[in-house]
């Protein structure tokens, strides 16, 4: 048992921003479902209400409800959804940058949830739990970012993400009909509207980030200059200090010359092998490259 700790202990710690949410999210759904089944009432302290009243008393729930899910099942596709378009993402961005897209893509849901149903009927206010609209940010991200990098898929062959992010957005659109139908209002367990929420705000940092602006830098600033503030070693102030380059969307130290950054010979490297994974696919790379990559990701 020792060891086991030990192991995931060190997998958490050497893993991506990915590894991270994974292992918080599946800690926090064992962890809440022995306290709720002893203390059923807890689980609404933790999700987002259905209006903007109660919301205003539970402010922490718009961080809160993204660590909860309703069942194995709910918990297990966000966390697939998260892994396969989160491993993408991190091809062409850093784990700040995907901390800040997840995170803001799950406030962003969560707002649009709690405006829609101010305009529903009482009966129709439901609370929200889950991921879900974190993980569609993070996917609607890389997809309007790279809609045409392919992934390999069982029976389907190689497929374009972004007609997966096309069928995903379409799940929620008929999901939000079904809800309506009949002039009713019924709410199906689903959080559609955060769900479409969390689409917009991927789809917005991808096209951003296309045109040259990273719209998670404020962000990350303010999470620097927490970090800094409450950070006791000199090491962890250092690293709050760090600031993204706007060209390569990676983070360098402050001082370091930008002309010897750019002719830096890895980062070139890196740049070409990135190019060729998104107009021919992974699979294509050679095992030098693949190497090099893989090195680079450490």
């Known amino acids: 048992m020792a060891k086991l700790a030990d192991d995931l202990k060190r997998l958490y710690n050497n893993g991506s921003i990915i590894t991270k949410l994974i292992f918080i999210n599946v800690a926090a759904y064992v962890v809440l479902y022995f306290l709720f089944l002893a203390f059923p009432n807890l689980e609404s302290y933790f999700s987002l209400p259905g209006t903007f009243k109660e919301f205003i008393f539970k402010p922490w729930t718009i961080v809160s409800y993204m660590f909860l899910h309703g069942g194995f099942w709910h918990l297990l596709m966000n966390m697939l959804w998260l892994f396969w378009f989160g491993q993408i993402f991190l091809l062409f961005f850093n784990n700040k940058q995907f901390l800040a897209v997840f995170l803001l893509g799950g406030f962003a849901g969560a707002l649009l949830h709690l405006g829609v149903n101010e305009l529903l009927p009482t009966e129709a206010r439901v609370g929200i739990i889950g991921a879900s609209a974190a993980v569609m940010s993070i996917v609607f991200a890389i997809s309007t970012f790279k809609p045409d990098y392919e992934i390999h898929l069982m029976f389907f062959g190689a497929v374009k993400i972004k007609y997966l992010a ?129 090195k680079q990701k450490k």
């Open 166 to 294: 096309i069928i995903a957005i379409v799940i929620d659109i008929m999901g939000i009909a079904g809800e309506m139908k009949n002039g009713l209002v019924v709410s199906d367990g689903v959080a559609h509207f955060a769900h479409l929420g969390g689409a917009l705000y991927g789809i917005w940092f991808g096209y951003k980030v296309k045109n040259g602006k990273d719209i998670t830098r404020s962000f990350n600033n303010f999470l620097n200059n927490a970090v800094s503030f409450f950070g006791s070693s000199k090491a962890e102030k250092q690293r709050a200090k760090m600031k993204i380059d706007s060209k390569y969307n990676r983070f360098e130290k402050p001082g370091r010359d930008k002309k010897s950054f750019e002719k830096d010979a890895n980062q070139i490297e890196l740049d070409r092998i990135l190019d060729k994974i998104s107009k021919e696919g992974y699979h294509n790379l050679t095992k030098e490259e693949s190497e090099f990559l893989f």
